[in-house]
Structure formats: C-alpha cells, structure tokens
Nanobody, 124 residues
Framework: QVQLVESGGGLVQAGGSLRLSCAAS????????MGWFRQAPGKEREFVAT????????YYADSVKGRFTISRVNAKNWVYLQMNSLKPEDTAVYYC?????????????????WGQGTQVTVSS
C-alpha cells in the first residue's frame, strides 16, 4: 500500500516555472514506478511523465518534452516534476501515481495508487 500526497501547484504566468512534489508513504518505495498525469476540465486524464524505479530512465509526453523533468529521491520517498516554460494549455489538476514494478510505463490504466491532485493554472 502506498499513499501519495502532491504539493507545489499554483497560479503562474505563461513562461514561468513550478515544481510539483509528491510525498510517498509506505514500504519499498524504490520498487515502484512513478508517474505524473494531468486532467483539464472536460478532458480525460492524460499521461505527462514517468520514471523507473532507480530514476535512470524517464519518458515524457510529446507535449511536455524538453520543458518538464521528472525525478525521484528514493531515500526520502519523493518524486518531483519540474515544469518550465509553462503554457496556458498546461493548466490542469496534476496527479502523482505509483505502480509496483521496475520499468516506466505511460498508461494511466497500469497505475494502482493515486494522489488527490494539485491544481496548476497558467495565465496568458
């Protein structure tokens, strides 16, 4: 069992930056693949970024590649999403998710645990 709590969302102007954090509780955090997803009003939840158990392999949605960076600190049970050059279309609720397993995976259907989400709003 893993509990996830996101933080770091807020209101930012286009071109600005935010860093989202996800605190994980539970045992064997390093055995979990982690991912970030987002959901805008009226849209389905979509994949943003994922990272493997050791943190040395990542994968991004095309829409955020080159602007967002996912990372993790296993010793402290934290996952981060650094978001730069933010655009109004990045506005959404961002969710942290965990899946037991070592390899990254971009499908929301494969994740077992989810946080409550944190709102990110980018103004133009």
């Amino acid at each position: 069992q893993v509990q996830l709590v996101e933080s770091g969302g807020g209101l930012v102007q286009a071109g600005g930056s935010l860093r989202l954090s996800c605190a994980a509780s539970g045992r064997a955090f390093s055995r979990y693949t982690m991912g970030w997803f987002r959901q805008a009003p009226g849209k389905e939840r979509e994949f943003v970024a994922t990272i493997n158990w050791s943190g040395d392999s990542t994968y991004y949605a095309d829409s955020v590649k080159g602007r967002f960076t996912i990372s993790r600190v296993n010793a402290k049970n934290w996952v981060y999403l650094q978001m730069n050059s933010l655009k109004p279309e990045d506005t959404a609720v961002y969710y942290c998710a965990a899946r037991y397993g070592t390899a990254w995976i971009p499908s929301k259907y494969e994740y077992d645990y989810w946080g409550q989400g944190t709102q990110v709003t980018v103004s133009s």
